[in-house]
């Protein structure tokens, strides 16, 4: 069954973790959804010397406040009450003191002052950055209050004019929370209708259902007059009748009067008023305590399951976030580099995906081959075996003798310097398959999700990837102009033999001149065998490039695209590797967060769960 305790325990403990973290609330620079603002908390609220500090110690139970006379208060103090068991001695730690135990309460008081001066200076100036506190005492109920500067209307020596607004704001931004319980903190030697802390509990908290309010100073009213129009709600009503309450006065204060003679003294001054001896069993800050408690209660019970399913929810999103980041990185060498083979591998398997299909890449490669008969038809061979050319370079060939049968040397010739042409189209192939292979290790290496954080992995990756791809394709350019070559130191006798065997004299033609020794037609026939050759080798070289290519490049790739990469791996040292496994600064940091945030997330719900809910 969750007790009171037990329940504003468990909120009390969230905070912790929210503070712990950096989330104070308000969301300053976090972009992660805050907690804070889901828990509640109770602030006091009034204008300066109202009773506010004094009003938390008596709730406390424990003198440790600076109080007195003008702004003292000026930054937020949270304060969490911890309930611990009978016979514990009390004692206090602050947030920015860590492990370090505070029994003298009078050294709390001390701290809290130097812990103020350090960010405002010794000055009259307010800052809103808070200070946390918690106490563990028997003696308390589990509740987080926050004690704040006094509402205040003019700017004082060493005061900023901004100074009533800046304090005016500070006070909203906690109490404009609609789970903040507003301690409306009003001095009965005062009209309630000028107290500044009913005004701004009235605007933030128009129907009154969060605001308690706490009529200070019974004590010091004039003679003859008393507080029971407010008391009793016939002033101003909130949706709770107001407490009315005794604090020590500073002269109390001067002699050290302690706090159970005060309580004492405030549960005498309520019996024994012939005004207020009725009301006396909802008098006084123990009832004060005791009321509070019981409505956090309330107040928590009813957030619990807004409370339980945002932190689920954030639970899911940091998981999903710490996914997509990945592990943190090994400081074993030897994880390292099986950290790296892994990454390496799952490159790997998507640069295959692309060559293989699966992914793009592949097809564009095979377009490169569909380009070569297009590229091979444009070559200028009706320009190189012109008539004109042909008969050039026969004669050339024949020298001073022409020959007997055949123009054997012209041929030759003519074959060989037509086959050069090849070697243009079948280096372009070469070139093309190489840009898009660099193409589709860079494209990879940027679809590898797990790579992603490693900057410098990446980087020597891609680097790896193109320098065995320019080994690879220095070597398909050897083969395939190894191919032309070979078609034009070896040619195919029988495709000659086949052609009709004819010497034709170059005479009786009409355009024959003197120095013509064969007709027109016989050159042409010449240029025309010699292109139904090249015409022949240009389909075997159609077939074979691609074949070279992908055996070079392609298959390669896909084959051993890092073996040369883990070769180098392999001799690399721990100081190396984890180099290699550098990441991204800012990445590594947001991991940080998140897993600490995720965490406190889990603490939080694991901490609901072991409390029953039920009653
Ligand atoms: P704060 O500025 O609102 O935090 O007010 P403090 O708690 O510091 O109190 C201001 C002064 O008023 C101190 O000297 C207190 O002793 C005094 N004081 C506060 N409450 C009472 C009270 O109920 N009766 C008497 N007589 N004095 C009080
Ligand atoms: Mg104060």
Redesign the pocket.
Do not use: F, H
């Given at each position: 069954m969750a007790t009171m305790e037990s329940l504003i325990g468990l909120v009390n403990r969230i905070q912790t973790a929210c503070t712990l973290l950096g989330d104070h609330g308000g969301g300053a620079g976090s972009a992660l959804p805050t907690l804070w603002e889901q828990l509640p908390s109770v602030a006091?609220v009034?204008?300066?010397?109202?009773?506010?500090?004094?009003?938390?110690?008596s709730i406390v139970g424990r003198d440790f406040?600076?109080?007195?006379?003008?702004?003292?208060?000026r930054r937020p103090l949270v304060l969490q009450l911890h309930k611990s068991e009978q016979g514990m001695e009390d004692y206090a730690e602050f947030l920015h003191l860590e492990k370090k135990r505070f029994t003298d309460f009078s050294a709390v008081r001390k701290e809290i002052q130097v812990e103020t001066d350090r960010v405002t200076g010794r000055s009259n100036r307010i800052s809103n950055v808070p200070i946390h506190l918690s106490i563990y005492s028997p003696n308390v109920v589990d509740l987080t209050l926050i004690?704040l500067?006094?509402l205040t209307n003019v700017a004082v020596e060493g005061q900023p004019e901004t100074i009533v607004q800046d304090i005016d704001n500070m006070v909203r931004c906690y109490v404009e929370k609609p789970n903040c319980i507003i301690l409306a903190?009003t001095?009965?030697n005062q009209d309630v209708a000028t107290s500044d802390a009913v005004k701004i509990a009235r605007e933030v908290d128009p129907t009154g259902e969060r605001t308690f309010g706490v009529l200070?100073?019974?004590?010091?009213m004039d003679r003859g007059t008393n507080a029971l129009d407010v008391l009793e709600g016939r002033s101003y009503r909130f949706k709770y009748p107001w407490v009315g309450?005794?604090?020590?006065?500073?002269?109390?204060?001067n002699t050290n009067m302690d706090m159970i003679a005060a309580r004492r003294r405030e549960r005498d001054f309520f019996s024994a008023s012939p005004d207020y001896g009725h009301l006396a069993s909802k008098m006084g800050s123990e009832y004060l305590a005791k009321l509070l408690s019981k409505h956090l209660e309330s107040v928590i019970r009813a957030r619990i399951p807004g409370i339980s399913s945002m932190i689920n929810q954030s639970i899911n999103e940091l998981e999903s976030e710490l996914d997509r980041f990945g592990r943190p990185v090994s400081l074993d060498a030897g994880a390292q580099l099986y950290t790296i083979l892994e990454l390496c591998r799952a490159f790997d398997q998507i640069f295959k995906e692309h060559l293989d299909g699966g992914r793009a890449g592949g097809d564009r490669i095979y377009a490169v081959f569909n380009q070569l008969p297009v590229a091979l038809r444009r070559l200028p061979f009706d320009r190189h075996l012109s008539l004109q050319n042909v008969r050039k370079v026969v004669s050339l060939a024949d020298g001073y003798q022409p020959h007997l049968i055949a123009p054997e040397q012209g041929y030759r010739r003519l074959i060989e310097s037509s086959l050069n042409y090849f070697r243009g189209p079948a280096e372009d192939s070469v070139d093309e398959v190489h840009f898009l292979l660099k193409e589709t290790a860079r494209r990879s290496i940027g679809e590898t999700q797990e790579l992603r954080r490693f900057p410098t992995l990446q980087a020597e990756l891609a680097a790896a990837a193109n320098e065995a791809l320019e080994r690879f394709r220095e070597d398909s350019k050897k083969t395939i102009l190894r191919l032309v070559d070979m078609e034009s130191s070896y040619l195919t006798v029988d495709f000659f033999r086949r052609l009709p065997q004819e010497v034709e004299r170059g005479e009786g033609t009409s355009s024959a001149t003197s120095d013509d020794r064969y007709s027109e037609a016989y050159f042409r026939r010449i240029g025309s065998n010699v292109s139904s050759y090249v015409g022949m080798v240009s389909e075997t070289l159609r077939n074979s490039i691609p074949k070279a290519v992908v055996h070079c490049q392609v298959r390669e790739a896909k084959r051993s695209l890092l073996d040369h990469f883990y070769t180098q791996l392999g001799r690399k040292e721990g100081r190396q590797l984890a180099q290699l496994l550098d990441e991204n600064p800012e990445l590594m940091e947001r991991r940080q967060q998140c897993a600490k945030r995720l965490q406190l997330c889990k603490a939080a719900r694991d901490e609901i769960d072991s409390v029953s809910w039920s009653r």
């Open positions: 006091v009034g204008g300066q010397s109202s009773g506010k500090s004094s009003v938390l110690e406040l600076p109080r007195g006379s003008g702004i003292v208060t004690d500067p006094g903190i001095p009965a200070t100073k019974l004590d010091l309450i005794v604090n020590r006065s500073q002269a109390d204060i």
